[in-house]
């Protein structure tokens, strides 16, 4: 029954983003993180975000040729370089160490990340529509969260993602983090009550959810978001003070729900003797010599798995391991070549809406833009935080909110309000002869 749904939705739908191309990239973000096919029983092999992707290009398409319809020129400098990472993967795909075809089949999945990318920065034009693409990446993982940190919180279990992308916990633990700044901030920026309290309910059990996926990573990020939440409230002693409050019942209940998560947790400072840590030291070391030994190609994407790539580059070719690190990943997938340009994008999008929230005028009309900005700040810090102990630089959340960004940055001349200038300084009266009369002659008495 629950498959008969999804796919109903799903296909009615498809007409309507092929006349309303917006509407397509909404559906699918719902899709893509969402993931309703994993819902239902028959439909875990389906693609379902793919078909919806498609009928959006369809649809984009038709509008530029039939329709004449112009969209924003999102040349900037974040798309232009991810332009050059689309450029260099496909470069270093072709000139892989062990298997080209696994690289290519990588390269796949990048440019269909990058297409979405370039869809949603051309599509967002409006501020209605910039609120509707934030309540979707919100509602989205938001419904995943707030279902796993209340059943898991009473059930005492682990949580695992979906499928697809967010499968593994670590990845699922990365999109709630990045999740929880979207959730926490519409629930500051929204005007209904009813609104702002579901959007605190949610963003409260999602902080549960990322407890219990059992992710080390997960739990860092989380503490990084949560701590840079409060250091950028108006109220900053009152945030961290309840922040440590929450603190101190999380260290009562996790024993509760989750026995044997604060073992975990504490192999993070006796990283010495835990496996998995040394593997993943290992792995950092691996690629680094991959990008002193290869440093304009890499070993290719998807080439790091192989065993002859670690007994040719790794300190310990034994302990074989993913590179769970998003920055010597890509190290090792595209050498320093793509190395750059990834941390440049990651660089200039943070600082984007830096400089856009500096120079928004703090007036209570730009309040709203104001906290999308801070939003998507912390998410990216969360991506980076999290990115360091896990491997998915290729991670779809993270270039959708690029292209969320690019957006912003194009429309807030349009939605941001600019107070009119201040009134001029009077000029001081100049005291002249009335009509008619002449001016004295000098000298005259």
Not at 326 to 334: A, C, V
Not at 374 to 386: I, P, Q
Request: proline letters at 5%.
């Amino acid at each position: 029954m629950r498959g008969a749904i999804v796919l109903a939705i799903v296909l009615l739908s498809l007409p309507i983003a092929l006349f309303r191309p917006y509407y397509g990239t909404l559906l699918w973000t719902w899709a893509a993180y969402f993931r309703p096919q994993d819902l239902a029983w028959g439909l875990q092999d389906m693609r379902l975000s793919l078909y919806i992707a498609l009928a959006t290009c369809i649809g984009f398409g038709v509008a530029m040729v039939l329709r004449h319809e112009r969209f924003a020129n999102i040349f900037t400098r974040e798309f232009l370089l991810v332009l050059v990472m689309l450029a260099v993967l496909a470069i270093v795909c072709d000139q892989a160490l062990i298997s080209t075809k696994a690289a290519w089949a990588k390269f796949s999945d990048y440019w269909k990340i990058f297409l979405m990318t370039f869809l949603t920065a051309s599509l967002i034009t409006t501020k209605e529509r910039l609120r509707m693409m934030a309540w979707a990446v919100a509602l989205s993982l938001g419904a995943l969260g707030f279902k796993g940190g209340l059943l898991g919180a009473l059930r005492g279990a682990r949580l695992q993602g979906p499928g697809g992308f967010l499968l593994d916990n670590n990845d699922f633990a990365l999109a709630l983090n990045m999740a929880l700044p979207v959730l926490y901030y519409l629930m500051v920026s929204e005007r209904r009550r009813l609104h702002r309290w579901m959007f605190g309910a949610t963003a409260f059990f999602t902080a549960v959810a990322v407890v219990l996926t059992h992710s080390r990573g997960g739990f860092l990020g989380l503490a990084a978001v949560t701590l840079l939440i409060a250091l950028k409230s108006r109220r900053r002693a009152q945030a961290l003070g309840l922040l440590a409050l929450l603190g101190v019942a999380a260290l009562v209940l996790i024993p509760v729900i989750a026995p044997d998560y604060l073992e975990r947790i504490e192999t993070i400072s006796s990283y010495d003797e835990d496996g998995s840590a040394l593997g993943r030291f290992n792995a950092w070391a691996t690629c680094w010599n991959i990008g002193l030994a290869r440093p304009l190609t890499g070993v290719g994407p998807r080439n790091l798995d192989y065993e002859a790539v670690f007994a040719r580059y790794s300190p310990d070719p034994d302990r074989r391991h993913v590179a769970h690190n998003i920055y010597f990943q890509t190290l090792s997938d595209g050498g320093f070549t793509l190395l750059v340009p990834f941390l440049l994008l990651l660089g200039f999008t943070y600082f984007t809406l830096r400089r856009l929230r500096k120079h928004t005028p703090k007036i209570p009309e730009n309040a709203w833009f104001v906290c999308y900005c801070h939003m998507f700040e912390v998410s990216l810090f969360a991506y980076a935080v999290s990115g360091f102990f896990l491997s998915r630089n290729d991670f779809d959340l993270y270039y959708h909110i690029v292209g969320i960004v690019v957006a912003m940055k194009l429309i807030a001349p349009r939605v941001v309000v600019f107070p009119p200038p201040p009134d001029t300084a009077p000029q001081p009266l100049v005291d002249r002869a009335r009509p008619g009369t002449r001016a004295p002659l000098a000298g005259r008495r």
